[in-house]
T-cell receptor, first 114, second 116 residues
Framework: NAGVIQTPRHKVTGKGQEATLWCEPI?????VFWYRQTIVQGLEFLTY????????DSGMPKERFSAQMPNQSHSTLKIQSTQPQDSAVYLC????????????FGPGTRLTVL | AQKVTQTQTSISVVEKTTVTMDCVYE???????LFWYKQTASGEIVFLIR??????ENATVGHYSLNFQKPKSSIGLIITATQIEDSAVYFC?????????????FGSGTQLTVMP
């Protein structure tokens, strides 16, 4: 089975531009998670979906960040008006269900905002 | 509030020896899951091993094992017979079972270097 797929692997945007990051979870996994990794903050939770429904977005910056899961095979994280402080590796993970607590991570998208 | 703390920033060992990495956690939940992940030099994050809070037996997978000390809120990772390719950053993580959120709370990581 393929693991979690994330595209693009690298993205460079100018300040103020929009960035859309894509994630394809492992087939059959019911939960999809987004995390962000920086040197300063480490690994931070952003948001997650269960059976495509948004469940917890407590880690999402309230402005400019949004996430969707239009179908069971992909999720998107959109950042509007990107700022240099948004530069990070954005990681998507999926898990099989409530009794399978471990999450499996994709390779991440490295976002650089100039 | 949930918190996971890894105080060891980096550890160096000689290959084929045993290494232990420390992790302590804070939670008000009576039921929770603890995990160790490894991040390789390429950035890939790999799930290694899991411990459920209600289980008294320490989990073991291959040459990874856990030292779960619930009264001390501690979950140490033990790697036996280390290999060069075990060099990576190791993250401890926790998920509370009772809360509605399945988010993982991560520690800051421990860089392991295995030398020949």
């Amino acid at each position: 089975n393929a693991g979690v797929i994330q595209t693009p692997r690298h993205k460079v945007t100018g300040k103020g531009q929009e960035a859309t990051l894509w994630c394809e979870p492992i087939s059959g996994h019911s939960a999809v998670f987004w995390y962000r990794q920086t040197i300063v903050q480490g690994l931070e939770f952003l948001t997650y979906f269960r059976n495509q429904a948004p469940i917890d977005d407590s880690g999402m910056p309230k402005e400019r960040f949004s996430a969707q899961m239009p179908n069971q095979s992909h999720s998107t994280l959109k950042i509007q008006s990107t700022q240099p402080q948004d530069s990070a590796v954005y990681l998507c993970a999926s898990s099989l269900g409530p009794n399978y607590a471990e999450q499996f991570f994709g390779p991440g998208t490295r976002l650089t905002v100039l | 509030a949930q918190k996971v703390t890894q105080t060891q920033t980096s550890i160096s060992v000689v290959e084929k020896t045993t290494v232990t990495m420390d992790c302590v956690y804070e939670t008000r939940d009576s039921s929770y899951f603890l995990f160790w992940y490894k991040q390789t030099a390429s950035g890939e994050i790999v799930f290694l091993i899991r411990q459920d809070s209600y289980k008294k037996e320490n989990a073991t997978v291959g040459h990874y094992s856990l030292n779960f000390q619930k009264p001390k809120s501690s979950i140490g990772l033990i790697i036996t017979a280390t290999q060069i390719e075990d060099s990576a950053v190791y993250f401890c993580a926790m998920r509370e079972a009772s809360s509605g959120s399945w988010q993982l709370i991560f520690g800051s990581g421990t860089q392991l270097t295995v030398m020949p």
